[in-house]
């Protein structure tokens, strides 16, 4: 069942779930992912890939492959310019080809375009590299520990200002109030050490694209990405070219979820069509996928709680540890961002992100976020069991509302984290008995969401429909986000809308699709472009009645003047030749006032204490999405997310040898919850409007996953009476701590 | 005026000072205020944070953005997303 709480009615089509513009080609088979495009000419390129997780590159001879049949191009990392260690975008050039050290097992060192696939494969295990092996550089501990081997020497602790080697990515501490005193007035404390693994965001489709560099000079690219404006400014930076010699043009997206925030290939895919004057396709295999692209960190993380035996939480103290992989980042710093959710008068988190001999990690939907909210939700959890509170109740006693303190110390924007949590208190769910020998967990989750740049252009056809052009790839139903906001400002029907999202060249500068930020800034700049249609068509509606624009009003997509008969949008352009010509219009914005989302979720499972094994036997997800635009995406993303966060919590992780090796590089090995495997996930929307958004957007792809993780462990704790700190909960890991709690 | 709530990491520009009294038009004017009175913490607050002024997350790199006299203002950890 999806349960939906509706909002007294306020739009036409804003909140209705009208069919996916681009849902026909998509279950035809008709829409176009970067594997399907193939260019006359085109040659098939391989990556040749580190066998080692940690050496020096001694040399690499290619003169063997450049030899073989079919070949018409071969890269190193020597082809590529050196960008300065301090330039932006200079851990991604690395990690797109090594240079003098390999920092993982699958980094890439060579890449090699032949005629056929199979040419290229033979070419690709001719390459002779020599490496200079090093001891690898696995866990965080190993990171940190006096007198660790260096896993990346080109890393520098993050705005340190020091340039020595290090394995510490970043450093940074949170406090306020004082944790002394809080433990010290606290009647209950709890604490515990929680650890998580690297997962994989496992997407079905892999990376890839198509190059082709043209007799100009000047290279067409077109990828598969959640942003193909920084695939261009981020493969200028690589290759050191201006962005005006690359177009991009987004290819269908099989998914990303914070994956494809990043690049890996197109670079190299450029300069081999650039050798070879050829177009080049380089797509990537399921294992390449899962040895060589972002996951995301694994955590170490200690945590103590402190409340008073009437249900205040008073001291948060933690120490929060996230490996970023082989490249620096901000791990473990949004980790102890996202402990945001209760008011703690006194908090204390230091982070620390380190550097491992795995590869690079990227974001996860809400990056960070659910490693933390494992931790804290879990203790939180226990302080509800040890004071014989309700575990809802305790929480809307300590939740944030509007103005009270994220761990940053900047005050939340209107949130609806309470709505959240009663939502799921109201439910059938909660109101109905816990079956016979499960256990129930309830856990919460929130996401900042950001904003940044989009652009929009909305064209009026001459018949009255409408083609309406973004440039944010729809990972998750933009399109039909973008043309309900259409529909709802211009009043028109979102069926004669046409959402298109357009290449580099054809519409203005958009950021990636991330943070939650399409539905909501993308809609943004789509809403005021259409704002300007709606002002314009008045003014040609004046024109036509022959009166002041003062008199013209814009009424359910009709002009509106009094003694006349409405003029309709198909009306208005029909004349637009007489009246000014084309109606057309442009919006760019850079958008603040994203708006936090919260999660609430309730799990019931049932465990096989004899083997260890965790049925998930009711699950139901409650979200803030502001205001949901197409409802069954919202709902789409809140499931998406739980179903990931299932697989987080239960069963996925990155299982490596002592030397580095990754050894459960598919999907056969790399177990990830299927439908089979879960009861359908129950939904309901919440619905408390940005006061930034015209239309109350929040943005929802994000806050979903981070719940699943808490509360599940909480359901399995209540089910066997015994605390799991340590991901996945995998039957082996289950039964274990059972027999150990037994004695 | 803005007052300015710095992060903890921050602080050691500022003699472990997290709140201080800054003058300043824009968050760019704030920062160079900030660089002029504590050397070192310009870039860090330029390069490597988000920052809300009232509240308000404002898109990272917006130096121009307006505060009005009597704001508040927080230099956060970047925000970002997946």
């Not at chain 1, 340190?160 to 306020?176: I, Q, T, W, Y």
């Not at chain 1, 009043?491 to 054809?506: F, Q, Y």
């Not at chain 1, 299982?655 to 129950?682: C, H, K, Q, T, W």
């Not at chain 2, 330029?46 to 130096?63: I, Y």
Request: with cysteine.
């Amino acid at each position: 069942m999806t349960a939906t709480e509706n909002p007294p009615k306020k739009y036409k089509y804003v909140g209705t779930r009208p069919i996916r513009h681009d849902g026909l080609d998509k279950v035809i088979g008709k829409a176009r992912f970067a594997a399907d495009l193939n260019l006359p000419g085109q040659l098939r390129a391989v990556i040749v890939r580190s066998p080692h997780a940690h050496a020096r590159i001694v040399s690499i001879d290619t003169s063997a492959a450049e030899a073989m049949p079919g070949v018409k191009s071969v890269v190193t990392g020597a082809d590529f310019p050196e960008l300065d260690i301090n330039h932006a975008t200079f851990d991604e050039s690395v990690n797109v080809m090594a240079r003098d050290e390999v920092l993982y097992h699958g980094h890439a060192v060579a890449a090699v375009a032949a005629t056929t696939i199979g040419e290229a494969r033979a070419a690709a295990a001719a390459v002779v590299v020599e490496y200079d092996v090093i001891d690898p550089v696995m866990e965080i501990e190993d990171a940190l520990a006096d007198g660790a081997i260096i896993a990346n020497t080109k890393n520098r602790t993050l705005f340190m200002g020091s340039d020595d080697e290090s394995n510490l990515a970043s450093f940074a501490p949170f406090s306020r109030g004082d944790v002394d005193e809080g433990f010290g007035s606290a009647d209950v404390v709890v604490e515990g050490h929680f650890t998580t693994r690297f997962v994989h965001q496992g997407y079905i489709e892999p990376h890839g694209c198509v190059a082709d560099v043209g007799q100009d000079g000047k290279a067409s690219v077109w990828g598969s990405s959640q942003g193909h404006f920084a695939m261009r400014s981020k493969s200028a930076d690589i290759l050191g070219w201006s962005t005006d010699r690359i177009k991009v043009t987004p290819a269908e997206i099989g998914g990303g979820f914070g994956g494809k925030t990043t690049i890996y290939l197109e670079p190299v895919a450029i300069l081999l069509s650039q050798k070879a004057a050829r177009p080049v396709k380089l797509i990537m295999s399921r294992e390449e996928v899962l040895r060589a692209t972002g996951p995301a960190p694994a955590a170490e993380i200690t945590c103590k709680l402190g409340a008073t035996n009437d249900g205040e939480l008073t001291t948060m103290q933690a120490t929060m540890k996230y490996s970023n992989g082989s490249a620096k980042g901000y791990a473990a710093m949004l980790g102890a961002m996202s402990t945001a959710s209760y008011k703690f008068p006194n908090l204390s988190i230091e982070t620390f992100g380190t550097i491992n001999n795995i590869p690079r990690s990227a974001a996860y939907r809400a990056p960070s976020a659910p490693q933390a909210a494992f931790a804290v939700e879990s203790l939180v959890d226990e302080i509800a069991k040890a004071i014989d509170m309700d575990p809802i109740d305790l929480r809307v006693k300590n939740a944030v509302v509007e103005g009270d303190l994220t761990a940053m110390g900047a005050p939340h924007p209107k949130i609806g984290f309470i709505e959240t949590m009663n939502a799921i208190k109201d439910s059938e769910h909660y109101n109905s008995p816990v079956p016979e020998g499960a256990g129930r967990g309830f856990g919460t989750g929130f996401w900042f969401n950001i904003g940044e740049q989009s652009s929009a252009t909305v064209n009026l056809n001459e018949d009255g429909t409408a083609t309406v052009i973004t440039g944010s790839p729809d990972i998750g139903g933009s399109r039909a986000s973008m043309a309900l906001m259409a529909a709802e400002t211009l009043g028109l029907d979102p069926m004669r809308i046409t959402p298109i999202v357009a290449d580099t060249e054809s519409v203005g500068f958009t950021d990636i699709t991330e943070g939650s930020r399409a539905t909501f800034a993308t809609g943004m700049a789509v809403t005021n472009a259409c704002l300007e249609l709606v002002a314009e068509m008045k003014s040609r509606a004046a024109v036509l009645r022959g009166v002041e624009v003062d008199a013209v009003e814009w009424v359910d997509g009709a002009a509106i003047v009094d003694g006349h008969d409405p003029l309709t949008i198909p009306e208005i352009t029909a004349q637009a030749k007489m009246t000014g010509g084309p109606l057309t219009s442009t919006a760019s914005l850079n958008a603040a006032g994203a708006g936090p989302s919260f999660a609430a979720h309730l799990a019931d499972v049932r465990v096989d204490e004899e083997t260890g094994q965790v049925e998930i036997l009711r699950y139901t997800a409650a979200q803030d999405a502001g205001t949901a635009i197409h409802p069954s995406y919202v709902e789409g993303q809140m499931q998406g997310g739980s179903v990931q966060g299932i697989g987080w919590a239960l069963n996925e992780e990155y299982v490596y040898s002592d030397d580095g090796v990754l050894e459960n590089a598919s999907f056969l090995d790399y177990r990830m919850p299927v439908a089979s495997d879960l009861p359908m996930i129950e939904t309901i929307i919440v619905e408390v409007p940005n006061p930034s958004h015209p239309y109350g957007v929040r943005g929802v792809g994000e806050t979903g996953i981070v719940p699943p993780l808490n509360t599940i462990a909480n359901a399995v704790s209540d089910a066997t009476g015994v605390r799991m700190r340590n991901l996945p909960m995998s039957p082996p890991t289950v039964l274990k701590a059972i027999n150990d709690a037994k004695g | 005026m803005a007052t300015v709530h710095l992060q903890d990491s921050h602080t050691r520009f500022t003699d472990g000072v997290k709140v201080l009294e800054v003058e300043g038009a824009t968050i760019g004017q704030i920062i160079d205020a900030l660089e002029a009175a504590h050397p070192g913490i310009g870039h860090l607050l330029r390069e490597g944070s988000s920052f809300a002024v009232d509240g308000e997350l404002q898109p990272r790199g917006t130096f121009l953005a307006a505060v009005p006299d009597g704001s508040e203002v927080h230099f956060l950890i970047p925000i970002t997303g997946g």
